[in-house]
């Protein structure tokens, strides 16, 4: 298989490259159907991952990262299709093996096959470079004016470098969420804030709390206001005071007249903070988490997540990438095939890209064919698995198990690694209440 994959990667990448440049003019052409005045306009969101961990282990003084994939997905339609990567590799076995003999040579200016194509000094992590090299190769059919990010400024710069006109950068609401966490756990609060003796586990589900609730409020104030952007500005200040009123232990008519997501009685909400504790803040504790909120709840952060997107799309074709060049085995050659054949998959469905790829290569497989039996009934399982109904049974499995280990959580005060914030014993009447949860 591994002989194979050596053999057609180069025309997998061709038919691929060819089918992600269909893509991009396929959505130019439905723009123009429905309507929009520049057609050629998409949004889109991108994100890098690395073949291992970027982050040193301590061991080696040097990067670790030695293969980065940059992915762009369309944010325009439903289904969000990949219709640009770039791939950055340093790894060259027959480099290095040049080198071990004592010849001076470097990726990728050597003679004979080299499956590098940036240089072992270049920093693989130059997310603004990569972004601009996809941005560069799509932007003949399309152009971006909208971009989210996973909050690296550098990918968007490199973004806007390309298009050379203004890119309106978004951020997804997940990131910044974990901003705000950060940022709790972070504060300089007083030290009287805390009682108990497990004070670090309590400022860490605060700042959990405070993540969920920003959230929670964000999304529940667009479905609100429908998106009315000047609505949702205007609503926010008292929503900031509100929330922090309700930490405090002020859970009630304020709650219950300006929050979107608190009903106005603290003891069904004590999933977020025990209910028996109450926060003592001072003034200067209360101004540090305003501002902590701030980040995701001030007007400008909401200019900058008008549109609700993530990068959850990336993410998840990120992962699918591991399927085909798991963490554990590096393939320096087939590696760009892989990924490429992976998109080609994930664009056109498993069946039509076995078919796609077979005729490309000219080994077309006869109609009416067991094989082709085979295929169509793995698609029936794969859509069968993606049924609204099929998924709603799963959540509630999650819920369940989420609750057994929230509950074993209370009972053993584990300080880590049980982290989620699940709902209580009575979670199907508070999902009534905290619909958010
Ligand atoms: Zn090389
Ligand atoms: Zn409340």
């Not at 990667?9 to 005045?37: P, Y």
């Not at 270049?122 to 399309?142: L, M, P």
């Not at 930490?247 to 709650?255: E, N, R």
């Not at 219950?256 to 001072?282: D, E, H, W």
């Amino acid at each position: 298989m591994q002989k194979r994959t050596n053999t057609v990667l180069e025309q997998i990448t061709e038919l691929n490259v060819k089918d992600m440049k269909e893509k991009r003019c396929q959505l130019v052409e439905e723009n123009a159907i429905i309507g929009q005045k520049n057609p050629k306009d998409i949004n889109v969101e991108g994100d890098t991952c690395y073949n291992n961990p970027i982050f040193n282990n301590e061991t080696t003084p040097f990067q670790a990262g030695t293969i980065a994939t940059t992915t762009f997905c369309e944010n325009n339609t439903k289904s969000k299709k990949v219709i640009g990567v770039n791939i950055a590799s340093k790894v060259c076995i027959i480099g290095s093996r040049l080198r071990n003999k004592g010849k001076n040579v470097t990726c990728p200016n050597h003679h004979g096959k080299c499956t590098a194509n940036i240089s072992p000094d270049a920093v693989i992590g130059d997310e603004e470079k990569w972004s601009a090299s996809v941005a560069q190769q799509i932007q003949s059919e399309v152009k971006i004016v909208g971009y989210t990010g996973d909050g690296d400024a550098k990918s968007h710069q490199g973004v806007s470098r390309v298009t050379q006109s203004k890119v309106t950068h978004m951020k997804d609401v997940r990131h910044l969420g974990n901003s705000v966490r950060r940022a709790v756990n972070r504060a300089n609060f007083s030290a009287g804030m805390f009682r108990g003796t497990s004070k670090c586990n309590l400022r860490n589900r605060l700042a959990m709390s405070i993540k969920q609730r920003c959230t929670a409020e964000l999304t529940k104030a667009h479905a609100v206001y429908n998106g009315n952007l000047n609505a949702i500005k205007k609503k926010m200040p008292k929503i900031i005071d509100t929330i922090v009123l309700c930490f405090k232990g002020y859970c009630g008519h304020s709650c219950k007249t300006n929050s979107l997501v608190c009903c106005g009685n603290y003891r069904q909400a004590k999933n977020f903070m025990p209910s028996n504790i109450k926060l003592k803040m001072t003034e200067a504790d209360e101004l540090s988490l305003i501002q902590c909120i701030g980040i995701m709840l001030s007007p400008n952060a909401i200019e900058n997540t008008r549109f609700l997107t993530s990068t959850q799309k990336c993410e998840a074709v990120n992962r699918a990438y591991q399927a085909v060049n798991p963490k554990t085995i590096s393939n320096p050659r087939s590696f760009s095939g892989r990924i490429h054949s992976q998109i080609h998959n994930l664009n056109n469905g498993y069946t039509r890209s076995i078919l796609l790829k077979s005729k490309f290569l000219g080994a077309s497989l006869p109609s009416r064919s067991k094989v082709i039996r085979q295929m169509l009934a793995t698609d029936k399982r794969n859509r069968r698995r993606r049924d609204p109904e099929v998924l709603a049974k799963k959540k509630l499995r999650r819920f369940a198990s989420r609750r057994q280990r929230y509950e074993l959580h209370e009972k053993k005060h584990y300080s880590s690694g049980l982290t989620d914030i699940a709902p209580s014993l009575n979670w199907a009447k508070q999902m009534q209440d905290h619909n958010y949860v």
